[in-house]
């Protein structure tokens, strides 16, 4: 079901994207569920997964209204949370890694590979890319076993575009930004040996450079304004 919710997340993301779906616009479940073909329990969790990156929000009426964001808002989000999963990284690699975590982030970064290695990025290349990415930011945040950390990352990712896996791009982007995303990857797997080296200030600073690559992608994203993403965010 996790893998289908975030085909299906990955597939609403794209729709917003193209516009098809502009700001103030309703999202309810069982419409969505018969346009995508897809049973209401995953669009149910796919309009959750949108809700906590902040590109929807409920809808008093009921289901979800997409939103529209400034432009400084979204950069300070991504900034702040460069700093959070910094901290986590420091944390773990001080920590000592556990053989137990670094198989699973072996394993995390082996899914990665296996996603992009197609040298044009489908749907299902996507959706497995961004499971394994979410997982990735998941595993390390719980390795760092700081309960405060851990809450203040969850305010922080709940605010627009700011969760590592929002700005994710869909099937049909651009080659640029389909790079940049295979230069995250590179960093998951430079991060994964600072942790094992236990290297913590070069983890702390690959995960804050990390965090820009988001910043990097959105710039991309509205430099080719494109039309479902540009009326999303305004200057200010």
Same mark, same amino acid.
């Given at each position: 079901?996790?893998?289908?919710?975030?085909?299906?997340?990955?597939?609403?993301?794209?729709?917003?994207?193209?516009?098809?779906?502009?700001?103030?616009?309703?999202?309810?479940?069982?419409?969505?569920?018969?346009?995508?073909?897809?049973?209401?329990?995953?669009?149910?969790?796919?309009?959750?997964?949108?809700?906590?990156?902040?590109?929807?929000?409920?809808?008093?009426? #009921?289901?979800?209204?997409?939103?529209?964001?400034?432009?400084?808002?979204?950069?300070?989000?991504?900034?702040?949370?460069?700093?959070?999963? #910094?901290?986590?990284?420091?944390?773990?690699?001080?920590?000592?890694?556990?053989?137990?975590?670094?198989?699973?982030?072996?394993?995390?970064?082996?899914?990665?590979?296996?996603?992009?290695?197609?040298?044009?990025?489908?749907?299902?290349?996507?959706?497995?890319?961004?499971?394994?990415?979410?997982?990735?930011?998941?595993?390390?945040?719980?390795?760092?076993?700081?309960?405060?950390?851990?809450?203040?990352?969850?305010?922080?990712?709940?605010?627009?575009?700011?969760?590592?896996?929002?700005?994710?791009?869909?099937?049909?982007?651009?080659?640029?930004?389909?790079?940049?995303?295979?230069?995250?990857?590179?960093?998951?797997?430079?991060?994964?040996?600072?942790?094992?080296?236990?290297?913590?200030?070069?983890?702390?600073?690959?995960?804050?450079?990390?965090?820009?690559?988001?910043?990097?992608?959105?710039?991309?994203?509205?430099?080719?304004?494109?039309?479902?993403?540009?009326?999303?965010?305004?200057?200010?």
């Amino acid at each position: 079901m996790a893998g289908q919710s975030t085909r299906i997340a990955h597939a609403l993301r794209a729709r917003i994207f193209a516009g098809e779906h502009p700001p103030g616009s309703r999202l309810a479940e069982i419409p969505l569920a018969e346009v995508l073909g897809a049973s209401r329990t995953p669009v149910r969790l796919a309009l959750a997964q949108l809700e906590a990156e902040g590109l929807v929000q409920a809808s008093p009426g #009921g289901g979800f209204l997409v939103r529209r964001f400034t432009l400084p808002e979204i950069e300070d989000a991504i900034a702040v949370r460069g700093q959070l999963e #910094g901290m986590a990284a420091r944390l773990v690699a001080e920590q000592g890694l556990a053989p137990a975590t670094r198989q699973t982030l072996e394993a995390s970064l082996a899914a990665g590979d296996a996603a992009l290695e197609a040298p044009a990025l489908d749907a299902a290349a996507l959706a497995a890319y961004g499971d394994m990415n979410t997982k990735l930011h998941a595993i390390l945040l719980e390795a760092a076993g700081n309960a405060a950390l851990n809450r203040a990352l969850a305010a922080i990712t709940a605010l627009p575009f700011a969760a590592a896996s929002a700005l994710v791009p869909h099937e049909g982007s651009a080659t640029a930004r389909h790079a940049l995303l295979r230069h995250a990857h590179h960093q998951h797997h430079l991060l994964v040996e600072a942790l094992v080296a236990g290297q913590g200030s070069r983890a702390e600073g690959l995960m804050r450079e990390h965090a820009e690559n988001a910043r990097r992608n959105l710039r991309l994203i509205l430099a080719a304004g494109e039309p479902g993403v540009t009326p999303l965010i305004t200057p200010a």
